[in-house]
């Protein structure tokens, strides 16, 4: 099975419909997961469900349904999966540093422990090679 762990606007632009703005491999990934034949697997980091609850609450993300119900949504196959942020994903996001973002370093712990690709258009995480991504 394909797939990986998303970043923050990979999965946004995917669940508000806004699918041209993904890459071609990031794309497929997602119609994948999302038609449910087990061919891909997308993971959420909570991280990435906080981010998005603030880009909500700040209006510059607008959801068609209570923000409640739009995460257990996303769930609803089991090929998108919602992965709890814990301690160790904590204690590894501490050696990427050369991140600046702490969102983005919690994610990059996430694929990292989960032996993951990061699904990312985020150019600092690219250039950092810390883990590998999925885009183009």
Do not use: Y
Not at 70 to 82: A, D
């Amino acid at each position: 099975m394909r797939g990986g762990v998303t970043d923050t606007h990979p999965l946004i632009w995917f669940a508000t419909g806004q699918t041209k703005k993904l890459g071609p491999a990031a794309r497929s990934i997602f119609e994948d997961a999302d038609r449910g034949d087990g061919s891909a697997l997308v993971m959420i980091p909570t991280v990435v469900l906080h981010e998005i609850s603030s880009l909500r609450i700040a209006n510059k993300v607008i959801l068609k349904k209570s923000f409640a119900e739009w995460v257990n949504s996303l769930e609803r196959n089991g090929f998108l999966q919602v992965v709890d942020v814990g301690t160790e994903m904590v204690v590894r996001s501490d050696s990427f540093q050369l991140i600046a973002d702490p969102f983005d370093r919690l994610i990059i712990g996430c694929a990292h422990l989960l032996e993951q690709p990061l699904i990312t258009i985020d150019a600092d995480i690219i250039k950092s090679s810390l883990v590998e991504t999925i885009w183009d």
